[in-house]
């Protein structure tokens, strides 16, 4: 299953490819790719898994860059 989500207020090219390494990095993910020109993050992982994901990204997210937030593309 894939999910994409905008993140507003990314503005760390630095920050997007550590959050990309991250999120690859949790259980049931497949791919995870943080595009920091468009904003966009794009995760394939394990359909039963994916709110586990979700919520573990979005815990990724704030922890590298506080003022970012994760909606719904």
């Known amino acids: 299953?894939?999910?994409?989500?905008?993140?507003?207020?990314?503005?760390?090219?630095?920050?997007?490819?550590?959050?990309?390494?991250?999120i690859?990095?949790?259980?049931?993910v497949?791919?995870?790719?943080?595009?920091?020109m468009t904003t966009k993050l794009v995760i394939d992982g394990e359909d039963e898994k994916m709110p586990t994901i979700i919520e573990e990204a979005e815990k990724i997210i704030k922890k590298i860059e506080p003022d970012t937030t994760m909606k719904k593309a």
């Open 1 to 22: 299953m894939k999910k994409k989500f905008i993140l507003e207020g990314l503005d760390c090219a630095n920050c997007a490819a550590k959050m990309e390494k991250a």
């Open 24 to 28: 690859n990095e949790l259980d049931g």
């Open 30 to 36: 497949k791919e995870a790719t943080v595009n920091f």
